[in-house]
């Protein structure tokens, strides 16, 4: 009977409205960002195809689970790297003028633009900004500038997020948890981990190591819903397949194998730290160019375009070696399950000069996440 009185004092306890409300508003946006993702996705292959692939025939490697709406090998023509430095420069002259005329708050790498609005401004991020940011980022990836998925998809969330509290009327403090849920979301569907998209909503609102935790729980349930609903639109084979494949594992044979993970850590950190300081240096000196911003990310895409042809000839024309440009998740793939294809030399020297193609695409105003 003791246990009986427990559990009827903790249903008392529970407000099962105020659970049912985040049940809901969790799952509608985890479906809004789930489909934002599709969208985002597909619009990169577009410009991509269009651009990257019919003008100058290159076609940037994907990974294992990734999916093409294109079959870029039946159209790809001979590769042309003045054309690529050409077709760079457009995307970001044109992502430069729509980010600026329509949505200035979308320039950049977005996650900066999300915090700012969880802190500063109630939660609210206007309606148009994930759309431009959807348009813009795709610009800027699709033609080749170096860029990432991340910094996008979390503001096109927490857009998406936002845009649904203020349609709902919601309170300020639901309207930071939502934003909040739809950064996870957006996080979790598009590189395909749920978990970390919830985590990452929580703890990126925060420079220390405090967490939101109102956030994970809704966090948690939309990046859950987004995913889902993402990998739906993948065809059977690669529906809930990792992104860099599901056979992937690594077996510690001994503890001494710990000493050079441990090694690697302080390098990263200490690459991390120059990557932070280079973009943000970067950027410094493009605010200073006198010229309208609207431009500054043409210069940018040019100058990232400029790198990657050197790169190019540097390595005797591998492709390869033009993954200072765009994700770089190509080559990535081939260092987990195709190491012998791949140079030492040829994968450290992407890894520095990646810093500087991104700093150049992002820190110049263009649309990307870093």
């Not at 490697?61 to 690529?84: C, N, R």
């Not at 979308?106 to 700012?116: L, Q, S, V």
């Not at 940018?300 to 591998?318: H, P, Q, S």
Request: charged share 15%; glycine share 10%.
């Amino acid at each position: 009977m003791v246990y009986f009185k427990k559990l009827g004092a903790l249903l008392i306890t529970f407000d099962l409205k105020a659970s049912g409300k985040w049940f809901v508003l969790s799952c509608l946006i985890g479906i809004v960002a789930g489909v934002g993702g599709i969208v985002f996705d597909a619009l990169i292959q577009v410009v991509q195809h269009h651009t990257l692939v019919a003008i100058a025939g290159f076609d940037h490697p994907q990974t294992v689970g990734e999916h093409s709406i294109y079959d870029d090998e039946e159209d790809k023509k001979a590769f042309s790297p003045w054309l690529m430095l050409a077709v760079i420069t457009i995307g970001g002259l044109a992502s430069g003028i729509i980010v600026y005329n329509i949505a200035p708050e979308a320039e950049g790498h977005g996650t900066d633009a999300a915090i700012d609005a969880f802190h500063n401004k109630r939660g609210l991020i206007l309606p148009r900004v994930p759309i431009v940011k959807t348009i813009a980022s795709a610009l800027t990836l699709g033609t080749g500038g170096s860029a990432g998925r991340e910094g996008p998809i979390a503001q096109i969330g927490a857009g998406f997020g936002s845009w649904v509290a203020t349609v709902l009327k919601l309170s300020a403090r639901d309207r930071r948890i939502m934003l909040a849920a739809g950064v996870g979301a957006g996080i979790g569907a598009i590189f395909r981990a749920p978990l970390a998209g919830a985590l990452f909503a929580a703890e990126i609102m925060y420079s220390n190591a405090d967490f939101e935790s109102d956030v994970i729980v809704p966090a948690a349930m939309s990046s859950i819903i987004a995913y889902s609903v993402y990998c739906m639109s993948l065809p059977q084979e690669l529906q809930f397949m990792p992104l860099f494949g599901d056979g992937l594992h690594h077996t510690v044979d001994s503890h001494f194998e710990l000493i050079p993970y441990t090694i690697l850590s302080v390098i990263l950190s200490l690459a991390a730290m120059f990557y932070v300081k280079t973009f943000y240096g970067t950027n410094r000196i493009f605010k200073k160019i006198p010229i309208k911003p609207m431009f500054k990310p043409a210069i940018g895409a040019f100058l990232t375009g400029i790198v990657g042809i050197a790169m190019y000839y540097l390595f005797n024309k591998d492709l390869q070696a033009l993954s200072v440009m765009s994700t770089g998740y190509g080559i990535l793939q081939d260092a987990l399950t195709s190491a012998a294809k791949i140079s030492v030399p040829l994968l450290l020297t992407v890894a520095v000069v990646k810093v500087f193609t991104t700093s150049l695409t992002i820190g110049s105003g263009g649309s990307g996440g870093v």
